[in-house]
C-alpha cells in the first residue's frame, strides 16, 4: 500500500500576527453576549417548569432548546478558560465561576485540561486528556479479541453520542482524575464545584419538587450533554484530518487541518458560540467567540485549509473509528477488517519507541 505523507501547513509570520487584532476583547459584545445567554436559559427553565403541567413532551421540546442556551453559556465559560472573553482577570473568574455553575462543568480544571488539548491536539503520544479516544490501525491490530470489543463498543453510536456524554457531564466531570502535577492545585475547585451544585440542587428540589425539578434540569443537562460532544467530535473526528507521533507533529497544521469549519446554519451557529469555526479557534485560541466571524470574513484564505463540513455531510464523521497512519485519514471498522481479511494491514509510519 503506497504510503502518504502528512503536508505540513506553513504560514507566512505577517498572517499569523494579522489575526492578533482579532483577539481584543469587545466589552460592549461580551456584555450584550451574558445577557442574551443567561436570560434566556432562566426563562425557558422557568417555562419548562409550569409547561410540566401540560406535557412532558413539551417540556423535553423546550429542554432542547435550552440545551443550546446551555452551550452558548459553556462557550463563555470556555472563552474566559482561555482568558479571551474579556481581558479583566478578576472578571474572568467571575464570569468563567459562574457559568460553571449552570453548565455544571467546574471551570479551572476544565480549562486547564482544555488547554492539554489545544497546545498537543493530534499527537498520538497523549490522547486522554480533553480528547475522545482514537487508535491507530496498526494499534488496533495488536489487541486482544476482548480489548477489540472494547474498543468497539466505546466508539459505538449508543455510547460515543448518548451514554458517553451523559456520563462524561454527570460523573466525569465529578471526579479530578488527571494525575499531572499542573492540576494538584485545580483538584479543590472540582470538590468546592461538586459542593456547591449539592446544595444548589437540594435547595430548588426541596422549593419546586425534586421530580418535577430532576425532570426539567436533567432534560436540560442530557440533551447540553449530547450536543457538547457532537460538535467536539465533529470538530476532530473528520476523515482527512491530522494525527501525528511528537516528533513529526506541528502546531498550525494540527491547527488548520486537524479541526474542521463546521458550517451549520447562522441560527445554530449563534447558540454555539461560533464554535464551529473551530480551525481559526485553535490556530489562536485568544481570539473571542464573538471575534471569529469577523476574522473569517476578512481573512478567507483561513478557509483554504481545513475540511469544511455542513451538518449533513457530519453525520458521516460517526463511521470514523480509527486513524490509519499510512493513508493519513480516518478508517471505519468495516475499511479495517477488510483490510485485515486481504492482509493490507500497513506497517506503522512511526510509534511510540522511536517518536
Partial sequence: ??????????????????????????????????????????????????????SYWLTFALGILNAFFLVRIFIIQHDCGHQSFVKNRTAQKIIGYACSYFSTIPFNYWAKSHSVHH???????????????????????????????????????????LIGPIYYVFIHNRLAKIKLPAFKSAKKGVILNNILLLAAFTILGFSL???????????????????????????????????????????????????????????????????????????NPLIPNYNLKKCIKENPWLNQFPTIIGFRDSLKLASNKLWCETQQRMISFREFYEMERRGLIPVPVSNKSNG
Avoid at 460592549?28 to 425557558?44: D, R
Avoid at 480533553?130 to 459505538?156: H, L, P
Avoid at 443537562?221 to 457532537?230: E, G, N, P, Q
Fill in 1 to 54: 500500500m503506497k504510503k502518504i505523507t502528512a503536508e505540513k501547513i506553513t504560514l507566512e509570520k505577517d498572517q499569523i500576527l494579522s489575526l492578533r487584532k482579532y483577539a481584543e476583547e469587545h466589552k460592549t459584545k461580551a456584555t450584550i453576549q451574558i445577557i442574551n445567554s443567561f436570560l434566556p436559559f432562566i426563562g425557558i427553565w422557568i417555562l419548562m417548569y409550569f409547561s410540566l403541567d401540560i
Fill in 209 to 283: 419538587g425534586w421530580v418535577k425539578f430532576l425532570l426539567v434540569h436533567v432534560t436540560i443537562l442530557v440533551m447540553f450533554s449530547i450536543i457538547a460532544i457532537w460538535f467536539f467530535y465533529v470538530q476532530h473526528q473528520h476523515e482527512h484530518g491530522y494525527k501525528q507521533w511528537k516528533k513529526n507533529w506541528d502546531y498550525v497544521t494540527s491547527a488548520l487541518k486537524g479541526s474542521t469549519y463546521y458550517k451549520i446554519p447562522r441560527v445554530f451557529n449563534w447558540l454555539t458560540g461560533n464554535i464551529g469555526i473551530h480551525h481559526v479557534h485553535h490556530l
Fill in 119 to 161: 497546545k498537543l491536539n493530534g499527537q498520538l503520544e497523549l490522547r486522554d486528556i480533553g480528547d475522545v479516544t482514537t487508535y491507530t490501525v496498526a494499534e488496533f491490530q495488536e489487541f486482544s479479541k476482548g480489548k477489540r470489543f472494547g474498543y468497539r463498543v466505546y466508539r459505538s453510536p449508543i455510547v460515543m453520542f
